[in-house]
């Protein structure tokens, strides 16, 4: 297809209640939309880039200013293209993958509505449904989060994911564990908080019966990962690490990763997200789909990408209510029974709700090719 217009357009959405992590805490996300109009039809994508740099190198206004002057002009330079030669042409350009991963998003979008196509038959999965777990923050008090997380399980939640970090580790973890009771499965994620000599403090965290334990170290350690997959019972889960094909394949085989989270942005798309996930099935490491709290448009492609078969664990995929109070498609991702239904719509699988995105649209602008 050939590209005729990107539309850069941000929208400001709030957080039902803060979400507190070891990096920070977000109340209020602004996020950056891309809709491309192509000979074919358009498409949109979501640029799952915070607002400032502590999650991960990009933000916002970054991604913002790496596709106006670098990415587009490079799409449209290559004429005519397809989604899955999007990774390859932008190849030349270091980092920014959240950025590259929006543009690729929104092509795949146009591609397969024009073609009437889902993306659940594209990637050829067969499920309809995946397991939904749910993330929580870290509180100011234990019971404030033994409240949130009986809140969860109310809902129906598959899994719990509880974010600590040093001081709010064990306590919590026990408390819950008790609250939710042994079968319920329970993992964490500290966002990079400790260090190595964290080892021996967090294989006290063994006895909970965790699912995981998700990037415990700085993302540049993997050797960090790799010897405390080897003292820690809980199996070492690698998120912010995960940068491409190549660092997954590396972590692997070095044993930092016994469990790999995949989330499409990070990795700079969907497509290489779908050949790191069948990087994991060749050598028998489960994978799971991470979330960037996105709106409606992420959850439905996540959810699709979710139902290969490599996705042997619930992912953070919950429901558009989990974080905000109204989506911008026009049906917001559900949670029933503990489960999410793949979108069956052509395209990634949502339809915008014009009215309401318009109303908390802050900029739009246009670029032709
Ligand atoms: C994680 N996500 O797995 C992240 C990181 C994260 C669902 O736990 C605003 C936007 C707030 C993106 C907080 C979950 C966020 C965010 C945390 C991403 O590490
Ligand atoms: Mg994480």
């Known amino acids: 297809m050939r590209l005729h217009r990107l539309e850069l357009r941000r929208i400001g959405l709030e957080l039902v209640v803060p979400f507190r992590t070891s990096f920070g805490t977000e109340l209020h996300r602004d996020i950056l939309l891309v809709h491309v109009t192509t000979d074919a039809g358009d498409g949109w994508g979501e640029c ?27 799409l449209v330079e290559a004429g005519d293209i397809a989604a899955a030669d999007v990774a390859t042409i932008l190849e030349p350009i270091h980092g920014h993958p959240m950025a590259k991963a929006a543009l690729e998003m929104a092509i795949l979008d146009a591609e397969l509505r024009a073609s009437g196509t889902t993306f659940h038959q594209l990637l050829g ?11 929580v923050g870290i509180f100011d008090d234990l019971d404030e989060l033994l409240a949130q997380v009986q809140g969860y399980v109310d809902d129906g939640y598959a899994r719990i994911k509880l974010k600590i970090e040093p001081g709010w580790d064990l306590e919590p973890v026990r408390l819950v564990r008790d609250l939710i ?55 070492v889960c690698l998120d912010e690490s995960i940068v491409s094909l190549q660092t997954a394949e590396d972590a692997i085989e070095m044993g930092a990763a016994e469990i790999v989270n995949i989330k ?42 979710a139902t290969l078969p490599g996705f042997t664990l619930p992912g953070d ?13 026009t049906e917001p991702i559900t949670v029933t029974d503990g489960t ?23 900029s739009t602008d246009f670029l032709d090719a």
């Open 48 to 74: 799952v880039a915070m607002s400032a740099p502590f999650y991960s190198p990009e933000f916002v206004d970054g991604a913002d200013l790496a596709i106006r002057r670098f990415l587009w002009p490079m």
């Open 125 to 135: 999965a067969e499920r309809s449904v995946i397991p939904s777990g749910v993330s």
């Open 181 to 235: 009771g042994p079968e319920m499965p329970l993992q964490v994620d500290a966002n990079t908080a400790y260090t190595r000599t964290d080892a021996e403090h967090l294989c006290r965290l063994d006895e909970f019966d965790l699912l995981l334990i998700e990037q415990p170290l700085p993302e540049e350690d993997l050797l960090g990962h790799a010897q405390l997959a080897e003292r820690s019972s809980t199996p």
């Open 264 to 305: 499409p942005g990070r990795v700079g798309g969907y497509l290489t997200a779908k050949r790191i996930h069948d990087l994991c099935v060749a050598r028998d490491v489960p994978v799971w789909c991470g979330g960037m709290v996105e709106t409606g448009i992420g959850r439905a492609a996540n959810a699709a990408l």
């Open 317 to 329: 995929i919950s429901a558009s209510s989990r974080f905000y109070a109204r989506d911008v498609v």
């Open 340 to 362: 999410v239904s793949v979108p069956d719509a052509p395209g990634l699988g949502f339809e915008l709700d014009l009215e309401f995105l318009d109303s908390i649209t802050t």
